[in-house]
């Protein structure tokens, strides 16, 4: 056996030896035989380039702190011709610089090579963000930077890259954060900066810039609510009438209000605030785990307004809120579009019923949480009425290696699943007819989506 063996093992040394012959990497060196395969040219000649630049300038690599776009090397499609045929390195330069943050723009050339085009340079202590938008309406993109000055301070600077160079056409100084939006629906971004009110300044305001003369211009302003405490976020959406409108959250004393501003005949316009208060009234929310979203998916943003349900127990410390939808027009109407449960803890909520509002309160039961089961039931609790709440429903979220059969249980039917849950429901027979058949129950449950922020 032993002797079979051996022969089995020099065949196969045979064969090995064979195959690296055929490949031509028989008298090849160690050191070429771990050698990476070679990139492509462009990105040779790209990151040769680089390093050339870093060399001259004495620099490192610079991080960028916030955004979409966070690579210290980006591919980008400025023309928007389909080809990525530039790239943009983020430096700093180490030294005495007095302004030592740089933006290094590179185009490939017709053989192939990349060139050094642009160098932007920059102060403060890091970039906080950088976009690329066309706010000139001529189809290139330019180039949007904010320099982060100190903790509170940044400088919010465009620039503009033509065959004469990069031609600065905005330079201003921001404490909160910034949009890129298009209110107007004309060719070409515009640019919104929420600035909040210092010892100086009397109101914090929105500020909206836009390319005319050759130059990103403030052309309107108006209030944020009265004495905010910060941006917390900011989003683009539509109004209730089809109009643009951008939706800022602000953190207030107590709560947040959502600012929605729009353009009036070509003036910035905040619609929610109220002016005898000072905020938007009309959306502040002391409960905030939940933000602004299209939850009814019409393309329109809704603003949640909390209301507590009763507890079951008086002595009970817990808080259930239910959650009414409202979307707002060009001219600060509202109209309320559902109502909503949402267990945040569990990741999941429900479009209630109109019939459900006013006749139902809400427990949970985490018991069962170290083997994989959380429980929210769903009680009817007639408004006015003295009778005993008796629950209806039971929505499970089943995380355990045997969800699969607990989801089966008698009684159970699932609702929803992926590859780490299985959501579930049980329908108590004969307590309410609470207007929801469990065929149809899949259209009102929803997976709770990430929350949207600023830059």
Known sequence: MTGKLRRMGMLAGLVVLLAVCSTGCLFQSVEDLYTLPALPEGYTSLQKSIRDTMSDLGAEYATINFGNNTATVQQLDLDGDGDQESAAVFLRVTGTEEKPL???LFRRGEDGKYYLNYEVAGDGTSINSVAYEDLTGDGNKELVVSWQMTARVHKLSAY???SAGATELMN???????????LDQQKGSEILVFQRKNAEEEISQAEYYRYQDGAMVMVSSAPLSDNIQGVNASRNGRLSDGKPGVYVNCLVNGGEVTDIFTLQDGVLRNITRDERSGISSATFRGYTDVDAADINGDGVLEIPRPYPLPTLEAE???AYYV???QQFDSAGNEAVICATYHSVTDGWYLILPDTWVGQIRVDRD????????????????PEGEETRAQRFLTIYRLTGNNRSSRARLPGRFIIQSDSTAIYAAQLEAGVWDCGVEQ???SQRFRI????????
Do not use: H, K
């Open 172 to 182: 201003t100084t921001y404490n909160e954060s910034y949009l890129i939006t298009e």
């Open 323 to 325: 959650l009414s939808w």
């Open 316 to 318: 009970s410390e817990a």
């Open 439 to 441: 065929e149809s129950f």
């Open 102 to 104: 740089r933006v290094c």
């Open 160 to 162: 503009s890259l033509t």
């Open 448 to 455: 709770i989506r990430p929350a949207w922020s600023g830059q």
């Open 366 to 381: 985490d018991s069962m949480s170290a083997r994989g089961e959380r429980a929210v039931s769903f009680y009817y609790s």
